[in-house]
């Protein structure tokens, strides 16, 4: 799918089938579909499956190789298009934020993606100081950069999305549950008589709040305000299993039971979710290193400009709970970057370096506090660092669990001393459980006796 675009047929095909398994079709037998697929693919936020799209997403895919294959850029135009032209206003500079460079080379419709190394996420840096004025050249190389499949599939859904005047997310208007008067509609049964009163129609109001038996089960609910939702939910839910279980011959549970059943089933979820919960956010700041917990291990981070070299240093070193060096990193990028671009990339820059060595349970700490605010979501990171901080927080899906922590410069000394080391190099060093004699002296001052 990254590679052509798929017939539109092939696509239908597919997405029957994918249909046909959730709805539990067997052979040729044919199952009810309760929810149109247009709403099964919306995004779980906006109360769907969140199932893909197949034509949007091959799109998607077929966008994030740019150039590759010229059927794929005619098939994903639509898509492709909404980017910015190379003479739009763009460039992070004072009026008027235009390419000024004279158009030798470019034609008037060349895209800014173009300029762009989609399977590496960096600029051609060659390619820019080929094409543009010096300074303009320098200004573009320095803005961050973060690609994801998952945007070029956003932008191609809703694009989709408002050619058809948008769907509707209200879950409580999709009568997509099998009641008897929605079975009733569809010519499945004749009596819509909901069976634990007898009294009613079986439809959504009646069975999860208006009868008596439903009565019964929320007056013994108790509800307070921090967990009106979840247990409201939970409840309506054991409601529903409980009425599926007297359909096939089971027996109607009282009102205090439904409750038992449904606050011990939602306790086991919260229980769940916090063992598995990927990221662990606490506001720490401290003013001097501090080693992790046992068994887990710290990474601090750090960025250094050399204006002179139009170029960035990157260091980050990797320590666990004793103190001991586990990885260093010492990195040059040259790209004039500002000391919040280049302390932001230094965090993925490490980042990365833990997932390769399978390194699980990490405390990320540098000395920016913008960037840390903007990892534990107090505030929002500032645009020239934006993309860069939402690709971090996708990368910390990796881990098992990661903390953000922040300290001040004195904490962060062998971070900064090697992200200043990088100046007298070309590329980068990593170190792996050795010492390296310039940081030993800081290193014995920096750990605790």
Sequence with gaps: MSCFKLLNALCEDLTSMIRNFWWGQRKDEKK?????????????????????????????????????LKVSIMATQHVVKEGLRWRDKWLPLSSPYKVVSPNIFLHAVTRVSELIDSASANWKSF?????????????????????????????????????????????ACRKALPTKVNLAQRKVVL????????????????????????????????????????????????????????????????????????????????????????????????????????NWFKINVDGAVFASQKAAGLGAIIRDDRGRVGAAMSKKVLVPLGALEAKAKAFVARLLLARDI??????LEGDSLVIYNALCEASLPPSSVASVVLGMLDLCKKFRWIKFSHVKRKGNRLAHLLAKYAVGIYDFL??????FCFLEQALSHDVPS
């Design 32 to 68: 009810t579909d309760w929810l149109s697929w247009e709403k099964m693919c919306e995004l779980k936020a906006n109360g769907g499956m969140g199932f893909k799209k197949l034509q949007q997403f091959n799109l998607a895919l077929l966008a994030k190789q740019g150039l590759r």
């Design 430 to 435: 990593v170190w792996m459980e050795e010492n």
């Design 127 to 171: 390619v820019i100081d080929a094409l543009f004025l010096s300074h303009e050249a320098e200004t573009i190389k320095s803005i961050p950069l973060s690609s994801s499949v998952r945007s070029a599939f956003s932008l191609a859904v809703s694009l989709s999305q408002a050619a058809d005047g948008g769907a509707s997310s209200d879950t």
């Design 358 to 363: 399978s390194i699980q349970d990490v405390i």
């Design 191 to 294: 009596d819509n008589t909901y069976e634990a009163c007898g009294l009613m129609a079986e439809f959504i109001g009646h069975v999860l709040w208006d009868c008596a038996k439903a009565q019964e089960a929320w007056s013994c609910s108790k509800l307070v305000e921090e967990e009106k939702v979840a247990r409201m939910v939970t409840i309506a839910w054991a409601l529903w299993f409980n009425r599926n279980e007297i359909k096939l011959g089971g027996v109607r549970k009282a009102g205090k039971d439904v409750v038992r059943w449904a606050t011990q089933y939602l306790e086991g979820y919260w229980l769940t979710i916090k063992r598995e919960q990927p990221a662990l956010v606490v506001i720490e700041r401290v003013v001097s290193w501090l080693p992790p917990w046992a």
